[in-house]
């Protein structure tokens, strides 16, 4: 039974628009939310995260939103460039340990 | 700059052999994990350590162990590689006591079992 889920396998978009990528959980318990992205022949790497108290959180191009009542999150990728085509995975922390989504393969294209 | 690292990118193994995947931080972090990632699953953790000489059961345990001698290496052991154990394992680390949970990941290794 996943926790966490990712629905979108693969996501393409146009260089300069935005992207959104999508997370759902089913635990309410889940302290923080984290989004990281992996390069091919390359380990994760961690992008920015939410506290589950807040509903919004930016950093330069990368917003992340927190809707606790629907238990879903997005990542959003304004605007999006090239070097940000790479699998993009959701996961949700409780103690300290991570419960990871399946991922979301995005492709900018130029 | 973290860094992990791990023994090898790329491993190919027969059924039934005895497999050492090694990972190595050099930031003095207390946990360290190991996932193993496969298409359409995402990552799931195998066995994760909070310290030297203590592990703990992840989600799927089964076929694994590992072993903490000292703080800076986690190793993982498939004791009878089977094939279904073919994936991506990638190990990480992080600091104890951080309020979010931060892990810094090796660039995994890829495990073939024929």
């Known amino acids: 039974d996943q926790q966490v889920k990712q629905n979108s396998p693969s996501l393409s978009v146009q260089e300069g628009r935005i992207s959104i990528l999508n997370c759902d959980y089913t635990?309410?318990?889940?302290?923080?939310f984290l989004w990281y992205k992996k390069y091919p022949a390359e380990g994760p790497t961690f992008l920015i995260s939410i506290s589950s108290i807040k509903d919004k959180n930016e950093d330069g191009r990368f917003t992340v939103f927190l809707n606790k009542s629907a238990k879903h999150l997005s990542l959003h990728i304004v605007p999006s460039q090239p070097g940000d085509s790479a699998v993009y995975f959701c996961a949700a922390q409780y103690g300290n340990k991570l419960v990871f989504g399946a991922g979301t393969i995005l492709r900018v294209k130029s | 700059d973290v860094k992990v690292t791990q023994s090898s990118r790329y491993l190919v193994k027969r059924t039934g052999e005895k497999v050492f995947l090694e990972c190595v931080q050099d930031?003095?972090?207390?946990?360290m994990f190991w996932y193993r990632q496969d298409p359409g699953l995402g990552l799931r953790l195998i066995y994760f350590?909070?310290?030297?000489?203590?592990?703990e059961k992840g989600d799927i345990p089964e076929g694994y162990s590992v072993s903490r001698e000292k703080k800076e290496r986690f190793s993982l052991i498939l004791e009878s590689a089977s094939t279904n154990q073919t994936s991506m394992y990638l190990c990480?680390?992080?600091?104890?006591?951080?309020?979010?949970?931060?892990?810094?990941f090796g660039p995994g290794t890829r495990l073939l079992v024929l």
């Open positions: 990480a680390s992080s600091f104890r006591g951080q309020v979010q949970e931060t892990q810094y």
């Open positions: 350590s909070y310290d030297v000489k203590m592990k």
């Open positions: 635990n309410s318990m889940f302290d923080y």
């Open positions: 930031m003095d972090h207390e946990n």
